[in-house]
């Protein structure tokens, strides 16, 4: 049967389980943390946003001042 100092320590090893692993996340990314508190990891970076136009033949989406969506019909030189 299940003691209560047994349920004491059960709860007490969960914890520390929890708790080292936040504390590990944090060290981490502390870690990972360049200058000006950038984060240098690839997966993490993002780039700026885009304005996007719509080709006037096919309709897909480019990237405003895109040189070709891809298609041998596109108006936009290739």
């Excluded at 047994?6 to 060290?27: D, E, P, T, Y």
Aim: hydrophobic residues 45%; aromatic residues 14%; positive net charge.
């Amino acid at each position: 049967m299940f003691s209560f100092t047994k349920l004491l320590v059960l709860v007490a090893v969960i914890a520390f389980v929890w708790f080292g692993w936040r504390w590990f996340q944090r060290w981490e990314l502390e870690r990972r943390m360049g200058e000006g508190g950038r984060v240098r990891d690839k997966e993490t970076r993002r780039l700026p946003a885009e304005d996007m136009a719509a080709c006037r033949i096919c309709g897909v989406y480019v990237a405003q001042g895109a040189k070709s969506c891809g298609r041998a019909e596109c108006p936009y030189p290739r």
